[in-house]
């Protein structure tokens, strides 16, 4: 067994800081209702009030924060005129106070080091761990170019980051959420309308007729106004259509939950688009004035009757031409939501296109009750010098993808890894709030690009497993203490949200703007940081918007007047981004790459005898793998669970709560135990758990060891051909009743 140069440092081993100022469970959470109105009526008076948004997830809701004059948060309330939330935080958001108060924090700078042979870490102060980074991105810079400085980063923190890296030189920048969420549909999408979806979603939940969510857990996944506006949708009557395997909560209130065959949604939607072309459903004025290769598609999906996908799918015929009436019927105002964490099989885009295509195919693009035409307010940049050109960057890397659009997180690891054949090698890490470990699949050729590697910073709140594995690591501080930029999404109305710090950073912290502007002061980059706190730049670009500081931090959110239509009005002319200029069926752009121009089903391999196909998923009350240590978050769910229907229970000889364990198909074991929840609302060829458990860091105390983490299990993966993205649930595992780790 070879020996890694840089070994994995647990940090529960150093015992640093100290303990964390302690709030209630009840003083955090609760709805904006008796609890809300409570604190704003009672206590207005002795609490600060001060304008957020949270960074718990990327839905970004404005909040209240109220806070007591010992600097300690007392409560996050919803801003009642945010349309992320309309005053109504999930439990992610009311528990936002548990980041701030977690004592497992990154407290101070750290740098590793080697004392009597072991490597571990030492406490460092700011300006000997900015100082070191400096250096390696200057030598790094000096010896191989800038491209070589690989920056990986999600969230508030990236946009900071990426600012540096551009002013460095470097725009080898990734997005796990690009290859490993969303990727494939933008790519749809942009193939059939010209346009990404973007996040929030332009889906006009609030007054469709007819849903249809296809592996897309809402409700589960707690993106807040859908969830919102899904259940007024159901209060008037909606018709929800979900398509999925497992009877998720969006599916057990559903009236029809179609229970397909895991990796055969092509087929279907390709047998919706059958039943709807030949029984003339579709909006014919639509399609003739607004789309392009309508004759080929009805050619193209003739043969895929309903009784086809019936032996493919196992949905019923009937079912399927059921469901599709349904649609046809609620049209225009009808959604085939186009999901969220969409890498499946390695046809993702072409999945997604095929999702494009039946809502075109029922007029629902531009239309109220099916997605409407967002628009967002665009912030004004900064001054700053022209970013120097770099020679390459992650366009070079993922060249063989034609339609990437951002980094390939995936490639640019397989860059980090020494090959004669590599001509863009990688030879330096930043990563900035992401942990990559519990996050991207294939985890032995990331500890492999790891070890190969000559630097490696990591910039987080916590102690992620990527952290054991940095040279030097800064603690950022939390959202709630620090200025971050100005939010601004697409939406129904276009609006800004004010992120201000309500308290001070606590330990040794900083926030990401700072340490991004201090790296810039060492590598010579004044230029570009011609202000001495973000706040300025913050003030600068909302006198450029007609607004100012001080009616922000009294308002926290502003909205703007629209300058175009929420939806294309009947008749009206309107060109989309494409080609051809109108929602394209058939893509002559595809052909002429060689891929094929409309979607068709592909045979997606099926478990081995005695394994299960491993479906995972998200818990409403936790964010990936970021919130698992969170105090008030834990409480709520601290473990996952393995999904087992009964009849494959009863032939293993398992019960409910009993710990297992898991093996893949090429052999890797879980190295935490997981208990077993024997339910019908799995299939039998399926077991199912939530994503971003089984942590194995010691210092995150209620993280660790609980559950079992999904991305240890992932090791095949299923390269989408047009983007790039990573589809992962072609990974099986088989049920362990004894701990393999014994012998």
Not at 526 to 555: A, F
Not at 635 to 648: M, Y
């Amino acid at each position: 067994m070879t020996t890694s140069r840089r070994t994995f440092i647990k940090i529960s081993a150093l015992g640093l800081g100290g303990v964390a100022a302690s709030t209630s469970v009840l003083k955090v959470f609760g709805a904006n209702t008796f609890m809300g109105d409570f604190v704003q009526k009672k206590t207005a008076k002795r609490l600060k009030r001060t304008a957020t948004y949270c960074e718990v997830c990327f839905w970004k809701c404005a909040e209240w924060a109220y806070s007591n004059d010992n600097g300690e948060i007392i409560k996050l309330i919803g801003n009642d005129i945010d349309p992320h939330c309309n005053g109504r935080l999930c439990p992610r958001g009311t528990g936002g106070v548990g980041m701030l108060n977690d004592e497992d924090r990154l407290k101070t700078p750290l740098i590793r080091t080697t004392v009597n042979g072991e490597q571990t870490y030492r406490e460092a102060t700011w300006q000997e761990a900015l100082d070191l980074i400096a250096s390696k991105m200057k030598t790094v810079k000096e010896k191989y170019g800038a491209e070589s400085f690989a920056l990986f980063k999600h969230g508030s923190p990236g946009s900071h980051l990426e600012h540096l890296f551009k002013a460095y030189g470097s725009d080898t920048i990734a997005e796990p959420a690009y290859a490993q969420c969303r990727g494939p549909r933008e790519t749809g999408f942009a193939l059939t309308f010209g346009a990404w979806i973007g996040s929030p979603e332009p889906t006009d939940i609030r007054d469709t007729k007819c849903l249809v969510l296809i592996g897309s857990h809402i409700g589960e996944n707690m993106h807040n106004s859908q969830v919102q506006e899904m259940s007024d949708a159901i209060d008037n009557g909606a018709t929800i259509i979900t398509v999925d395997p497992r009877l998720s909560t969006a599916a057990s209130k559903s009236k029809h939950w179609l229970a397909i065959k895991p990796g055969t949604d092509i087929a279907l939607l390709l047998a919706w688009m059958n039943v709807i072309i030949n029984e003339n459903l579709y909006n014919k004025d639509y399609i003739e004035k607004y789309t392009f290769g309508f004759d080929k598609l009805k050619e193209h999906v003739k043969e895929f009757t309903p009784e086809w996908a019936y032996g493919i799918t196992t949905i019923k015929p009937e079912e399927i031409r059921k469901t599709a009436r349904i649609m046809a019927n609620a049209a225009p105002a009808v959604i085939v939501h186009p999901g969220r964490h969409v890498v499946w099989y390695g046809d993702d885009s072409q999945r997604e296109r095929a999702i494009a295509i039946l809502n075109g195919l029922l007029g629902s693009w531009g239309k109220r009750g099916g997605f409407y035409l967002n628009e967002s307010v665009s912030l004004p940049k900064f001054p700053h010098p022209d970013y120097p050109k770099p020679k390459w960057g992650w366009e070079a890397l993922g060249r063989k993808y034609p339609y990437a659009e951002m980094g390939i997180t995936s490639e640019l690891i397989k860059a980090s890894i020494p090959n004669k054949e590599n001509e863009f090698p990688i030879k330096a890490w930043i990563v900035a709030g992401t942990n990559l470990i519990n996050t991207v699949p294939q985890r032995e050729e990331i500890i492999k690009a790891i070890d190969s590697l000559e630097f490696i910073a990591v910039i987080d709140t916590m102690p992620m497993e990527i952290t054991g594995y940095a040279d030097v690591i800064l603690p950022e501080c939390t959202y709630l203490e620090r200025y971050d930029g100005i939010r601004s999404a697409t939406f129904r109305e276009p609006s800004i949200a004010l992120r201000q710090p309500i308290v001070q950073p606590k330990y040794n912290s900083k926030p990401a703007w700072w340490i991004s502007k201090e790296l810039g002061m060492r590598l010579n980059l004044q230029d570009y940081y011609n202000y001495n706190d973000y706040e300025e730049v913050i003030k600068w670009q909302l006198e450029k918007l007609g607004t100012s500081l001080e009616e922000m931090i009294q308002v926290g959110v502003k909205k703007f007047d629209r300058q175009t239509p929420l939806y294309i009005a009947d008749g009206d002319e309107y060109k989309f981004d494409t080609p051809s200029g109108k929602i394209e069926f058939y893509s002559d752009d595809l052909a002429s790459k060689g891929f094929d121009p409309m979607p068709i089903y592909k045979l997606h391999p099926e478990p081995p005898q005695g394994y299960f196909r491993l479906n995972y998923g998200r818990s409403p009350m936790h964010t990936f793998s970021r919130t698992i240590n969170n105090p008030y978050l834990n409480a709520l769910k601290s473990e996952n669970k393995l999904w087992v229907n009964p009849k494959i229970a009863n032939i293993i000889g398992i019960k409910n709560e009993q710990e297992v364990w898991l093996e893949n198909q090429d052999g890797i074991l879980s190295t935490f135990s997981i208990k077993v929840r024997v339910t019908e609302r799995i299939g039998w060829d399926s077991v199912y758990m939530y994503h971003g458990f089984g942590h194995n860091d010691k210092k995150l105390s209620r993280a660790y060891g609980k559950g079992i983490s999904d991305t240890q299990m992932i090791s095949n993966v299923a390269v989408d051909p047009l983007m790039g993205g990573t589809g992962l649930r072609g990974n099986f595992v088989k049920i362990l009743t004894e701990d393999p780790h014994k012998n």
